[in-house]
């Protein structure tokens, strides 16, 4: 053969059993006959293009359906377009969503745009009491959507007692459980029937990647989901799903240490003059403690504060970063009113929570006393 045709063909010898996920950087896969790739083309389980399906993303949709105890899971380009792929899977033109008013910015501004364009209707409620998705019901009611510890307010909805009443009258219900991950709660032993991540966040956890996950309770609801992820191109690449795999061994990690260090700044942030409310449901005084406390196994690694000149404070942070994610090994601070929920207006920001005094710490693993030595000095600079 040329070496045109040799550097063509090159190809990896079939190796033992890897300890590592490998890397299935293929965008498709050869068979040795057209009937036997025809037939791959067809059958959910085998690999034939990556824009279907890919084994490196496959391990990823395993763990993960594992993880929350679902049945099969999709691994998405992003969080957002795994809620997006969720919500066209279940509605239709005309349909009705129960959302929970504490919601991700994002998922608002999707919302938003499903009441413009495709007639969807969205009634907020703020999640605490199933006589509320009973009053909010309509003929063309399809989805409950909630968020298990909602951003940036760290608001946590009563999921089985709400999830239990959309299941009494034909609703399914969606969670997004980016701020939780699978350690802190399982929204589907909840009644869940989708639960989604945006695993940008604590699944990939090292600032490094873009991707999202829908996990599923039933088998029946994947395969549509599945077919609407091909249709709309948001099957994850391969490389994401493979670093999202590598967060995903240390994700009990960090999310213990981040969830403990989260506990002991929020203690010390309610103590301190210049601090004029913490959100955060470990906390006694948060309206979502007891719930949180009854559903959850840690109360997260994300605090929201409302201090005085918000920006000052934001700018003299050191080790602190001004950045707009969180869930990942550093620590972060943004302002919820001016970035993630920026596309809300102010009656839509007040039904959110989210206040232009306020400020989202995303808690890494940094160790506590350095973190809570810049929150002091940003909070008290000392005049020069
Ligand atoms: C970030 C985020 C999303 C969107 O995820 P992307 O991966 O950025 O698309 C959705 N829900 C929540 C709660 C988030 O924090």
């Not at 620590?331 to 306020?358: C, I, K, W, Y």
Request: glycine fraction near 6%; hydrophobic fraction near 45%; proline fraction near 6%.
């Amino acid at each position: 053969m040329h070496p045109e045709t040799r550097a063509a063909r090159l190809a990896a010898p079939a190796p033992g059993q890897p300890v590592a996920v490998p890397l299935y950087q293929s965008s498709n896969f050869r068979f040795e006959s057209p009937q036997q790739l025809a037939e791959a083309m067809t059958d959910p389980d085998s690999f034939a293009y990556s824009g279907y399906a890919n084994p490196t993303n496959r391990a990823l949709e395993q763990a993960m359906a594992d993880l929350e105890g679902g049945e099969k899971s999709l691994v998405t380009a992003s969080g957002s377009s795994a809620i997006a792929v969720s919500l066209q899977t279940i509605l239709q033109h005309g349909d009705h969503i129960i959302a929970q008013k504490a919601l991700y910015g994002g998922t608002v501004a999707i919302f938003n745009q499903l009441v413009e364009k495709w007639g969807i209707e969205v009634t907020y409620i703020d999640g605490v009491d199933a006589n509320e998705v009973r009053q909010a019901l309509r003929p063309k009611t399809k989805l409950l959507y909630l968020e298990t510890i909602a951003n940036p307010i760290g608001h946590v909805p009563d999921i089985p007692a709400l999830a239990a009443e959309a299941k009494q009258n034909g609703l399914l219900t969606a969670v997004d459980s980016t701020f939780a991950t699978p350690l802190l709660c399982r929204p589907i032993e909840y009644g869940a029937d989708i639960v989604i991540h945006s695993a940008t966040k604590y699944l990939g956890g090292h600032h490094d990647v873009v991707g999202g996950v829908a996990v599923f309770a039933g088998n029946a609801l994947y395969r549509q989901a599945q077919q609407q992820a091909v249709k709309l191109g948001v099957v994850a690449d391969p490389f994401a799903a493979w670093l999202i795999i590598r967060g995903l061994k240390t994700l009990p990690l960090r999310i213990a240490r981040a969830c403990e260090s989260a506990a002991r700044l929020a203690e010390r942030m309610a103590a301190h003059p210049a601090v004029s409310v913490v959100h955060y449901p470990g906390l006694p005084t948060h309206s979502s403690h007891a719930r949180a406390t009854k559903l959850l196994s840690a109360y997260g690694a994300t605090i929201a504060v409302e201090v005085h000149k918000a920006q000052r404070f934001m700018s003299n942070l050191e080790l602190i970063m001004n950045a707009p994610s969180l869930g990942g090994t550093d620590s972060t601070a943004m302002h919820p009113a001016t970035t993630s929920h920026r596309h809300l207006n102010a009656d839509e920001l007040r039904t959110a929570g989210v206040s232009q005094d306020m400020v989202r710490i995303a808690v890494g693993v940094e160790h506590p006393d350095d973190l809570w030595a810049d929150i002091e000095q940003a909070l008290s600079p000392k005049r020069t």
